[in-house]
């Protein structure tokens, strides 16, 4: 029998407590969602071998794929507009297509580029808790701090002026929203893509040395597809690390022990990212959408051509034959095999950035605020339970 999905999280520290259960089970698991049937992916050797494989597709147009739009309930305008949407998309596209994109990308976020960001990311959070703390001796520190860090980052990379932060921000919120209503979530897609339409006529009248611009100079793509990337970049750039820092931060005042080693060794810091990074999974099975592109055996099981599959990270990040204890929150486990930021060819392009992002905001605000204390209950804090992405939509402290 088929297992109702999605599923939801009932712990602020756990993954929904179904995934044990199924992970038991096996490897993969059929599931019953308000679109059909699919393959629910438990464990880890097999997410990996799922996202690495050229066996499945992430284009939501292949037939057969979870994400497909629903047009049936579409007008043909939609429909050609849900198409123009996906132009430059990327993470939508499966290589060759894809390739081309992500080869002009990378040098963009390696490990160097990213370094030498370092510096402006940490005087980004000094100014933000400047502003927090000039205030008095409490705050919130999700609009504050944690939302506000990676879109100045993103805003300051790619020249989107920060001031339109609240527009930028909604729509992506309302973008991720699985329970929201499609057209609603596609109208606030449509607006940001306009908005950076027009930025990116700008870019290509006047191109300086940025991302933007070094993309736009090279020829090697349209007004069209360069506004995609500027859409995925943003919304990827700011949404995803918004909610770690934040949920981050909770998590170890909740771990005092582990917190004061991290204070006494900041060299720790790496290590605990990736913890954290694996021990919540924030996005889950939300980007891993994929479908069967031919037949073919994973874990035992055959997948038929045309069968769709969510790849339930979280829960590979749970899988006991990966990691030992993987229920305990350890800082020091350095388990950097996690699939948190993804596998294979579509494995987070951002992830360096997002390294950084992560430690500089968590080793600064906890040096700078060592009394910092949340002044909510865990009920209070409004845990994302049912969302695309899972964080604290406001966590009030004190310092
Ligand atoms: C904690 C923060 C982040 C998490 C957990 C995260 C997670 C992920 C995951 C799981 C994927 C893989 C999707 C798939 O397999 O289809 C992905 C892809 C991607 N991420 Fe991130 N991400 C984070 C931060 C960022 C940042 C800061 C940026 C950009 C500045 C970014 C840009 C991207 C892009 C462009 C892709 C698509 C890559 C491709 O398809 O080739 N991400 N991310």
């Known amino acids: 029998m088929a297992e109702s999905f999605p599923v939801h999280r009932t712990c602020p520290f756990a993954p929904p407590p179904e995934y044990e259960g199924w992970r038991d089970q096996a490897p993969l698991v ?7 049937e699919v393959w629910l992916v ?20 292949t037939p057969g794929h979870p994400s497909a739009p629903d047009t049936a309930t579409m007008t043909p305008e939609e429909i050609a507009a849900a198409h123009q949407l996906s132009v430059g998309f990327f993470i939508d596209h499966d290589p060759p297509e894809h390739t081309r994109f992500r ?8 490990v160097r580029r990213v370094r030498e960001m370092r510096p402006g990311i940490q005087r980004l959070a000094d100014e933000l808790l400047d502003d927090m703390t000039a205030k008095g001796d409490e705050g919130e520190l999700v609009e504050a701090y944690g939302l506000a860090l990676p879109s ?9 002026p920060y001031a339109d932060h609240d527009f930028f921000q909604s729509r992506t919120r309302m973008m991720v929203d699985a329970g929201a209503d499609e057209r609603a979530r596609r109208s606030a897609t449509y607006e940001i893509r306009s908005y950076l339409a027009d930025l990116v006529t700008d870019v290509v009248a006047a191109p ?3 991302l933007l611009g070094r993309l736009a100079t090279g020829g090697k793509l349209t007004a069209e597809e360069l506004t995609g990337v500027a859409f995925l970049l943003l919304v990827a750039g700011h949404e995803t690390t918004a909610n770690m820092i934040p949920l981050s931060a909770y998590t170890l005042l909740r771990n005092p022990d582990q917190l004061a080693a991290l204070r006494e060794n900041p060299g720790g810091w790496p290590a605990a990212v990736e913890e954290l990074l694996r ?13 069967a592109v031919e037949d073919q055996e994973i874990g035992g099981q055959l997948v038929r051509k045309g069968e769709g599959v969510y790849v339930l990270g979280a829960s590979a990040n749970r899988d006991e034959r990966a990691f030992e204890r993987p229920d305990d929150f350890d800082v020091q486990r350095g388990a950097r095999h996690h699939v948190a930021f993804g596998y294979g060819v579509h494995q987070c392009l951002g992830q360096n950035l997002a390294r950084a992002e992560l430690e500089i905001a968590l080793r600064t605000l906890f040096e700078r605020l060592p009394g910092l ?5 865990e009920e209070e804090l409004g845990l994302k339970y049912g969302k695309a992405i899972f964080g604290l939509t406001r966590m009030p402290v004190a310092w």
């Open 208 to 210: 300086e040395d940025d």
């Open 103 to 110: 080869r002009l990308l990378i040098s963009e976020f390696t």
């Open 279 to 291: 021990y919540h999974s924030i996005v889950d099975w939300v980007a891993f959408d994929r479908v």
């Open 30 to 36: 059929r599931g019953e969602t308000s679109r059909g």
């Open 152 to 160: 100045l980052v993103i805003c300051r990379l790619l020249g989107v």
């Open 373 to 377: 204390r949340v002044t909510a209950t």
């Open 42 to 61: 438990t464990r880890h050797a097999e997410a990996q071998q799922i996202l690495a494989g050229t066996g499945f597709s992430t284009d939501p147009r």
